[in-house]
């Protein structure tokens, strides 16, 4: 078996498989618009209400009296006053029971603190949702033993920080490859490896650790003050320039069989489901962070006067600001709308929350980017270098360094892309199944080819009219109803286009990467547009006609994008790229590298030594 053969083996075994409640992302990709599973979405009861509520006033007051942004950023560490004030507040335990100490809060609150918070220090949001949505409380939540849960929740709400620990200095998304080992002797695991950008890792008392037991991947809880365990160095960034984030080895490290997560070989498994809705909390802070872009390009763009006008008023910014504006509402209703489903419990919403991760990160860069293109030489400059010199400090540069991770951790988008796509087009592998195994001999070709038949006799006439058609239809939301009839007509074209994908490349489609990004990027504009329209008609009732203005032209805005990726499915330059890519990487155009330094190569980067014993000063321990 190849090595890719091995890590998609490796991922599929992993994936879940079943789907035992609604789901509407996957029926959105399949051509069935069911906007009745998201509307009206579900509400908090009055309880949950309050109680987040007031959390978030608690919150917001800390951050204001406590809360140095600029004091982060400048020396790279978030103070202990500002962690105990944290844990005094309960925002450790903000998603674990009150049985266990936490403050039980919905999924819908804990992403509007998050977005609160990140919109004052992203690293601070970093921190918290590390803690929270990977680190040890979500998977103890999911699969954690009732003995488990006594143990370590109590000591997360009250502050102890946790940490996740998966990738590796060989590994990244790819985890066939995982090399580090748990070995059962006796009552314990002897755990042996190293782990790299350990999110809170360098300050955590509390691990969640990946390792191999065998063949396949389990999840430990380790204490981090194990025997063994040596954090090496603290790790520095572009951004996020607060987070303990850092590299930790494991020599011989014994964990009790009391602190195996699930069953052996469920690691992968607990991960994955972990991030079904632990993945809200990036999105949140995506959205967060493009509302405060919102408030100061509106700031900026009016008070700054070019050519006798505001520059708000030219119609290159104003464009500019339109986006900003728009992705920013757009942003928080996907969050919005992922947390309430998440917080009813009767929706599967594994790819609504992979959307909302794919989309967040992906458009609040873009925000940040325009934001800066907007304040200009201001936008490039930093807070503190304004702020010495008389003006405003507004970090705008400083957001968009922070921004840029999101794109990356906690999935890729080139991975979220290939996990969106391989849900997207489950219901195809499924029916096809044999037929498009090259290891299948003809009997088993034939019988998969019958069953594949039945399900697309039934299945593609249903793709070719729909409610969308009806001038009717949807018209309770008003303006925005022509929207929603855009997005039911073109979520059965998404799905044709997928089945004529399926047709033309077979058991070849996962390899068009190109193809299924650009089916995935459709379906997530066709998910936001939804959740634009619902919250601009919940909206109305409060601020009368503006939300529905927004939401028009974001919608406007999306489908021209969602236009753009439809020709580009068949017509671009994938397969040209890829043939250039694969010269390029054999050397074919180095000459285009000429007349360059390449200062990694050069003066005290050659040869840099392995962290030692004495590079461990660096840690930074919060004292509590």
């Not at 919905?106 to 690293?123: E, F, N």
């Not at 195809?428 to 080819?449: M, Q, T, W, Y």
């Not at 499915?569 to 994938?574: G, I, K, T």
Request: aromatic content about 8%; glycine content about 8%.
């Amino acid at each position: 078996m190849t090595d890719y053969a091995k890590a998609r083996e490796v991922a599929e075994q992993a994936r879940e498989k079943e789907w035992a409640r609604p789901s509407f992302g996957k029926q959105l990709f399949l051509g069935d618009f069911r906007l009745d599973l998201v509307h009206p979405a579900p509400r908090l009861s009055e309880r949950e209400t309050a109680k987040g509520e007031e959390f978030l006033r608690a919150l917001r007051s800390l951050l204001q009296d406590k809360v140095d942004p600029a004091l982060i950023e400048r020396t790279a560490v978030i103070p202990d006053d500002v962690v105990k004030g944290m844990v005094a507040l309960g925002a450790f335990g903000m998603t674990i029971d009150e049985e266990y100490g936490g403050l039980g809060l919905s999924h819908t609150y804990y992403t509007r603190a998050l977005q609160l918070t990140a919109s004052y220090s992203p690293a601070l949001s970093a921190l918290l949702s590390a803690h929270q949505s990977i680190g040890v409380p979500q998977p103890l939540r999911l699969f954690g033993t009732p003995e488990q849960k006594q143990r370590f929740l109590p000591r997360c709400a009250r502050g102890e920080i946790s940490a996740f620990l998966l990738t590796e200095p060989d590994v990244g998304s790819d985890p066939a490859r995982l090399a580090t080992t748990a070995v059962r002797e006796g009552d314990s695991y002897v755990i042996d490896g190293v782990k790299l950008w350990t999110t809170n890792g360098v300050v955590a008392d509390l691990l969640v650790v990946m390792a191999r037991t065998g063949a396949k991947i389990s999840a430990f809880v380790v204490e981090a003050d194990s025997s063994g365990i040596t954090v090496e160095r603290r790790n520095s960034f572009m951004g996020l320039r607060g987070i303990e984030n850092g590299v930790t080895r494991f020599h011989q490290v014994r964990v009790p069989v009391d602190n195996l997560i699930g069953r052996e070989g469920q690691g992968l498994k607990i991960a994955l489901t972990t991030l079904n809705t632990g993945r809200l909390s990036l999105p949140a802070t995506c959205a967060g962070t493009a509302k405060w872009a919102a408030k100061i390009a509106r700031e900026w763009a009016s008070e700054r006067v070019q050519w006798g006008r505001p520059v708000g008023e030219h119609e290159a910014v104003a464009q500019k600001i339109s986006f900003i504006t728009c992705t920013a509402y757009a942003l928080e209703a996907v969050v919005e709308l992922a947390g309430r489903l998440a917080d009813d419990e009767h929706n599967d919403i594994r790819i609504e929350a992979a959307l909302a991760k794919l989309y967040g990160s992906e458009m609040a860069w873009q925000v940040a980017d325009e934001l800066v293109q907007i304040r200009g030489g201001r936008g490039y400059e930093t807070a503190e270098s304004l702020h010495a010199r008389g003006e405003r400090g507004v970090p705008a540069e400083q957001m968009l360094r922070d921004l840029r991770i999101n794109r990356i951790f906690e999935g890729s988008t080139e991975i979220m892309h290939l996990l969106i796509a391989r849900e997207a087009v489950d219901a195809h592998l499924s029916v096809a199944g044999e037929l498009i195994d090259p290891k299948a001999d003809l009997r088993a070709k034939g019988r998969a080819a019958t069953k594949a038949g039945g399900f697309y006799a039934k299945w593609l006439p249903s793709l070719l009219a729909g409610p969308g058609q009806l001038p009717t239809a949807y018209s309770e939301f008003g303006v925005l109803a022509h929207h929603l009839r855009y997005v039911e007509r073109t979520s059965r074209k998404l799905a044709r286009a997928t089945f004529y994908g399926m047709s033309r490349w077979q058991g070849k489609l996962e390899h068009k990467q190109g193809f299924l990004s650009r089916i995935v990027d459709i379906g997530a504009e066709l998910f936001a547009m939804t959740a634009v329209c619902i919250r601009a008609q919940e909206d109305g009732t409060r601020y009368g006609r503006r939300p529905y203005e927004i939401a028009d032209t974001f919608c406007e805005q999306s489908r021209l994008r969602a236009e753009g990726l439809f020709a580009r499915l068949w017509d671009n330059s994938d397969s040209q790229d890829v043939r250039l890519a694969r010269r390029a990487l054999d050397g074919r155009y180095t000459f285009v590298e000429d007349g360059i330094l390449d200062p990694s190569l050069e003066g005290p980067w050659i040869a840099p030594a392995r962290p030692g014993p004495a590079e461990t000063q660096d840690v930074h321990r919060h004292v509590r």
